[in-house]
């Protein structure tokens, strides 16, 4: 897995309530248990008319950021982990919203997606900052537990201290054991029956 310390880039504004797993990635695309290659269909009914060419005007098609920055409530809907494949696919490394389902976070967080929950009013802000400065650098610093956005201001967010260290490091949650395994094999020689 990818490790994640300072995420710094532009990021690919999508300012829509109630993003839906369907929506990043329609079931459609559902065909296989690979993680390769769900990028392409990333958001595809948005990206592409019903005729498979390019909507011009979507801000997904012209993407140069590893930052989403989405509406409220990001990742409902259904519980399938192919949403955080296709986002991590298309090579975005966090989004930035005021609420996310419990399951898409869940399933980010074991795909190295990190899901940055700012308040309503923060994410207000950046939004419009955004809108009129689509270039705006915005820095995420997963140690400190902070985004930074010029014309914002600092923001703190909420992490799980096992999930900052597993991507911090670059963890799946059994490298995180392999990690502490002579800690592991040692206790256990101490305490054979």
């Given at each position: 897995?990818?490790?994640?310390?300072?995420?710094?880039?532009?990021?690919?504004?999508?300012?829509?309530?109630?993003?839906?797993?369907?929506?990043?990635?329609?079931?459609?695309?559902?065909?296989?248990?690979?993680?390769?290659?769900?990028?392409?269909?990333?958001?595809?009914?948005?990206?592409?008319?019903?005729?498979?060419?390019?909507?011009?005007?979507?801000?997904?098609?012209?993407?140069?950021?590893?930052?989403?920055?989405?509406?409220?409530?990001?990742?409902?809907?259904?519980?399938?982990?192919?949403?955080?494949?296709?986002?991590?696919?298309?090579?975005?490394?966090?989004?930035?919203?005021?609420?996310?389902?419990?399951?898409?976070?869940?399933?980010?967080?074991?795909?190295?997606?990190?899901?940055?929950?700012?308040?309503?009013?923060?994410?207000?802000?950046?939004?419009?900052?955004?809108?009129?400065?689509?270039?705006?650098?915005?820095?995420?610093?997963?140690?400190?537990?902070?985004?930074?956005?010029?014309?914002?201001?600092?923001?703190?967010?909420?992490?799980?201290?096992?999930?900052?260290?597993?991507l911090m490091n670059g963890y799946s949650d059994i490298d995180y054991l392999l990690a502490d395994r002579k800690s592991i094999l040692d206790y256990e020689s101490r305490h054979v029956?």
């Amino acid at each position: 897995m990818d490790k994640i310390n300072i995420i710094e880039s532009p990021a690919v504004l999508v300012p829509v309530d109630n993003i839906d797993t369907d929506q990043i990635i329609p079931a459609r695309f559902l065909k296989t248990t690979s993680r390769e290659g769900f990028g392409e269909k990333l958001f595809y009914d948005w990206r592409f008319a019903s005729d498979g060419s390019p909507v011009a005007e979507n801000p997904l098609s012209r993407q140069k950021g590893v930052i989403l920055v989405a509406g409220n409530n990001f990742g409902c809907g259904s519980s399938r982990e192919h949403a955080a494949w296709a986002l991590h696919d298309a090579g975005f490394r966090a989004v930035v919203s005021s609420s996310f389902a419990d399951i898409f976070k869940n399933n980010a967080l074991n795909n190295c997606l990190l899901p940055v929950k700012v308040s309503e009013e923060y994410l207000a802000d950046v939004t419009s900052v955004l809108k009129s400065v689509p270039e705006t650098v915005i820095c995420i610093d997963l140690g400190a537990q902070t985004i930074s956005v010029p014309g914002v201001g600092e923001a703190s967010f909420e992490i799980n201290g096992y999930k900052k260290e597993c991507l911090m490091n670059g963890y799946s949650d059994i490298d995180y054991l392999l990690a502490d395994r002579k800690s592991i094999l040692d206790y256990e020689s101490r305490h054979v029956m």
